[in-house]
């Protein structure tokens, strides 16, 4: 059986907001694994559990460039928050954006091949990337980017530098920024409940599931539990029927309509998002150098 470090319960508490104990009973239980145990925690506390779970856990930002009907959305990873606001860095990450948005690059290598100079570095933005990782002394990458051209009007929000979205519409230029805003406080994975991936419906109703059958309830009771879940998930997580922030009495959906806009797309970038951060055990290390100087005595 896999041993349950201190170090693992605290970054499922971390993820979770549950309690200590409780953490760790649950990933003895999945002997370790931890999405399992977040799963567990979610089955026995309910939605609490998954509070934290969106959690960024590296640090970066978030930058756009848009022009006439083309624009793009990158981001841009580092070590720690100090360097998001480094002169040099910012410029980089804004450079990407426009790179990607002028250029259509067909992926980061490509993106980091494009011509660029910066800070006495160059000719190309990786070589920039590679010469400010050797001047500020931290790794920096290019992690992920979307471009949009053509086919429809470009919004842009950036919330900080931390979540950036992208939005594709035809229509009213004020609904699509409100729309922007939208999707970065509500965090929607899809336009329609139809678009949801079938791999999230399948955990919920999984989660659903086992709650189901703690509650006891006959089995067609049950049935319904689980379908109610999943069907309240689904609004819950798609654009288009989550009610609008500005105005909780109209969903998404209708304010668009009323506005004469039409939104075809969107993208939602978190800096940092599914990226496991290294959490260093302090004492760990400093025991380890000790006994390294003891054994070299």
């Known amino acids: 059986m896999a041993a349950i470090t201190a170090s693992m319960v605290a970054e499922l508490r971390a993820k979770t907001d549950a309690p200590m104990m409780e ?26 559990a998954g509070k934290a779970a969106s959690r960024v856990t590296a640090e970066g930002v978030v930058t756009s460039f848009v022009s006439g009907t083309t624009g ?10 100090f360097v998001t606001k480094n002169d040099s860095f910012l410029a980089l990450a804004n450079a990407a954006a426009k790179l990607v948005a ?3 690059p067909a992926d980061i290598a490509a993106l980091g091949a494009l011509p660029y100079s910066q800070d006495g570095f160059g000719p190309t ?25 053509g086919a429809a009007k470009i919004a842009t929000y950036l919330h900080g530098t931390r979540i950036g979205v992208l939005v594709e519409y035809e229509g009213d230029e004020v609904a699509a920024k409100d729309v922007a805003m939208h999707v970065a406080a509500m965090k929607p994975v899809s336009l329609t409940s139809a678009e949801v991936p079938a791999e999230l419906i399948e955990k919920e109703r999984s ?20 379908e109610g879940s999943v069907q309240k998930y689904l609004k819950e997580v798609s654009l288009f029927n989550q009610s609008f922030v500005k105005n909780d009495k109209q969903t998404v959906e209708q304010m668009l309509k009323a506005a004469g806009t039409t939104v075809k797309a969107f993208t ?22 000790v006994a390294a100087a003891q054994g070299a005595a």
């Open 102 to 104: 002028e250029h259509n």
């Open 268 to 289: 939602l970038y978190v800096v940092g998002e599914g990226i496991e951060k290294k959490v260093d055990d302090f004492a760990a290390e400093v025991a380890a150098q």
């Open 125 to 149: 933005l990786e070589e920039v990337r590679k010469g400010l990782i050797g001047k500020i002394g931290e790794n920096m990458s290019f992690r992920r980017f979307k471009r949009a051209a």
């Open 72 to 81: 793009a959305m990158i981001e841009v990873n580092c070590e720690t928050d």
């Open 23 to 48: 953490c760790k009973k649950a990933l003895t239980e999945a002997e370790g694994d931890m999405a399992k145990a977040e799963e567990l925690l979610r089955v026995k506390l309910g939605t609490k």
């Open 207 to 226: 989660v659903a599931a086992a709650k189901a059958a703690e509650s006891g309830k006959p089995a067609d009771i049950a049935t319904k539990m689980v």
